[in-house]
């Protein structure tokens, strides 16, 4: 079982490394869209730093979804994800390695890159790391959660218009959430309560996710 | 008990509850109908007006009956899903379809009701509150099934990707409910909330039920009549079907 995940996980992200291209455009629009809302709201501070949990938080929902119609179309495409459906194994458990491997190339530079756009917004400290601990918590449960929406979508016509319909209500939880820890520390309270809750989200979502996903791409398949 | 199992499959062909489904519509409309009236009767003319409130009030005999209604609405819907993965049945899938558009309809009834009723009471048409907003989710949910089914042109792959979104919707429901509940507690307190009201005249719970009721039949003849366009439209290469509509002519 780890065998088959570990496999997976090496394969995409083997994929992933030859197209580099891929990863870093997703990183610049996460950037560029951070770096707009100081332009477009004016740079005093005290308003800036009140709006970068909420900035930050909702341009890194918008990078992973940027990414998401990838993440089985290519194995689509090449009839890679047939055979990988026809395998013995759980194509659930093929599906939790490719949301862990979208992960590692999209949630974690997200949640490596946040702490430094942090700095623009004149974050303190605390809320830097927090911001960083609430990212690395939340953005499992991003991939997990768009992997559905990828395979509802996959091969459907305007897709990706598609599928943000689909998965942005469904992310509202882990912004309240993440965007919620960051602000009770700016504002004094602890982010403890809202850094569980958020990890409760992701163990669920990263837990079930997989299985309705496996189910909407055997859907795809037929 | 075996007798009556392949009764009630019988009607899970389409066939078979095409006729009966246009039997029952009429019966369903007058229902509303009179359910209707009455329920606008006590709500508009007996139901005496509020202390605090004024007449704006009576805002809340259609709002909260299409609230309680595009939440339902959803839950039978992913009911339908659910069976329609389980047991393969073609009418489940359609019943699902046929009803999304109502709930929809529903959900934003009861945000354009509230927003009326807000901009007097509230003085905003508009505000974050826990309920207001996981209403807005529920609507972007619709929106999300909606889409998603007319983008996929094979009607069953459509029912069962519909299934699955549907199912999803409904197991975060909940989640969304309480998210933007504990959220919102650190934002802002107390907004007015119709279960907690304190004594509510019998007469205005009366208007209220027979609204909710009216809006119920409303919602099983409209359903009904689109699960039968559906019908027609996805089985018309059948004989039954052809048979129907030369019988027509």
Known sequence: MLTLIRAVISRDLRLAMRRQADIVSAMFFFIIVVSLFPLGIGPEADLLRKLAPGVLWVAALLATMLSLPRLFADDHRDGTLEQLALAPQPLGLVVLGKVIAHWLVSGLPLALLAPILGIQFDLSNDALWVLTVSLLIGTPALSGIGAIGAALTLGVRGGGVLLSLLVLPLYIPVLIFGAGAVDATVTGLGPQAHLSLLGALTLGGVFFAPWATAAALRIALE | MNNRLINWFKYASPQSFYPIAGKMIPWFWALAAVFGVAGLYIGFGVAPTDAQQGEGYRIIFLHVPAAWMSMFIYLVMAFWAALGLAFNTRLS?????????????????????????????????????????????????????????????????ADKAGAILALVGVVNIPIIYFSVKWWNTLHQGSSVSLTKSPSMAMTMLWGMLLCALAFWMYSIAVALMRARSIMLERERHTEWVRALLTDKE
């Open chain 2, 93 to 157: 899938g359609m019943m699902a379809s046929a009803l999304a558009p109502t709930g929809a309809v529903f959900a934003f009834l009861a945000l354009w009701t509230g927003a009326l009723w807000g901009k007097p009471m509230w003085g905003a048409w508009w505000v974050w509150d826990a309920r207001l907003t996981s209403e807005l989710i529920l609507l972007f949910l619709y929106i999300g099934f909606i889409a998603l089914q007319s983008a996929i042109d094979d009607p069953r792959r």
